[in-house]
């Protein structure tokens, strides 16, 4: 049905701004011709797309932020998850890439019973720099902790990295911090030891920690890794089909021991919202927008490519179940 039958002229709600109803002609009428001409071949299928990306670029930003730019912006990221290939075996990752959910997780750690063991585990572990991140900044916090770490990833080559722990200038996982920032993390306390041309990830930090190279769908997953305490799973979902998603969600559910924390982003956001529904997941209030957004690359890429993330939307009643970046089992 037309989504403007019934009002003539194709006249919007009154109740729509000026400014929006504008936005809402275009993102009505043109999208939806655009979109029955890509359904007529696939050689349509790549101009259409094109068009409605110069549409959205010459949405005024303050537009684009609007409920029903946001719309407009989820029709088209709906269609780039649907159209564009994945990269399921994408190996980047950088160094304390999200200090918020590190924040959190940190926050969590403190009230750790100094005589309880704890377990962290990254899943698609890349080349280690999330784990390492992980371990170092709960290491600071909690000296007194016995803290054990696993690394999984499918690639082996990137298992090799993260177990050699060497680093230099050019890595991609040193990418995003300057000069300064990385002596800070050189010094007495820090994440690395300077040896020669690279930077190595201090003893201390990797102690206790094993790697494997393992697929997050295997049903044996939990028995390879064990009960989990704190299970990061970052920029790794995104890259699979939405089915493969969900039966990923439930597996890595299997690792969590009971008050466990899952900390994922990097993922649909409406499947991961259905998934920590359907598990019972509960979302944990504490710097939801910062981690959300702590990933600007994302942020830029929406809504036109398949792994950009949506604005932070408070408006939505779901807000923090969609948009929170760790999860805990009641218990």
Not at 197 to 212: G, H, I, M, Y
Request: hydrophobic share 45%.
């Amino acid at each position: 049905m037309h989504p403007a039958r019934g009002r003539p002229n194709g006249s919007v709600p009154s109740s729509v701004s000026s400014a929006a109803s504008a936005l809402y002609r275009v993102s009505l009428h043109t999208g939806l011709v655009l979109w029955r001409l890509a359904a007529e071949d696939g050689a349509a299928m790549s101009y259409t797309d094109a068009a409605l990306a110069r549409i959205w670029h010459r949405i005024p930003a303050e537009w684009q932020h609007s409920s029903v730019g946001l719309a407009y912006g989820r029709f088209l990221h709906h269609r780039a998850s649907r159209n564009q290939q994945r990269l399921p075996e994408a190996t980047s990752t950088f160094f304390l890439r999200n200090e918020p959910q590190l924040a959190v997780l940190r926050d969590l750690v403190v009230a750790w019973p100094a005589e309880r063991p704890l377990r962290v585990a990254s899943i698609a572990c890349s080349s280690g720099a999330e784990l390492y991140s992980m371990l170092w900044t709960l290491r600071t916090a909690r000296p007194d902790l016995c803290i054990t770490g696993v690394g999984m990833d499918l690639s082996a080559e990137a298992v090799a990295r993260a177990q050699a722990a060497r680093y230099h200038r050019a890595d991609r996982e040193l990418a995003r911090m300057d000069d300064a920032r990385l002596a800070r993390l050189c010094e007495p306390g820090g994440l690395f030891a300077a040896e020669d041309d690279a930077l190595v990830v201090r003893p201390e930090v990797r102690a206790n920690t094993r790697w494997l190279v393992s697929d997050a769908l295997d049903p044996a997953l939990s028995f390879n890794l064990g009960l989990q305490d704190i299970v990061l799973a970052n920029n790794i979902l995104c890259h699979l089909a939405d089915d493969v998603v969900e039966s990923c969600f439930h597996n890595l559910a299997r690792l969590l021991a009971p008050g466990a924390v899952l900390g994922t982003y990097g993922v649909d956001l409406d499947v991961k919202t259905r998934c920590v529904r359907a598990i019972g997941l509960r979302p944990l209030p504490s710097r939801v927008a910062e981690a959300y957004e702590a990933d600007q690359a994302a942020q830029h890429a929406w809504p036109l490519i398949y792994w950009g993330r949506e604005p932070f939307d408070p408006r939505r009643q779901d807000w923090l179940e969609r948009y929170a970046s760790v999860y805990t089992v009641p218990g």
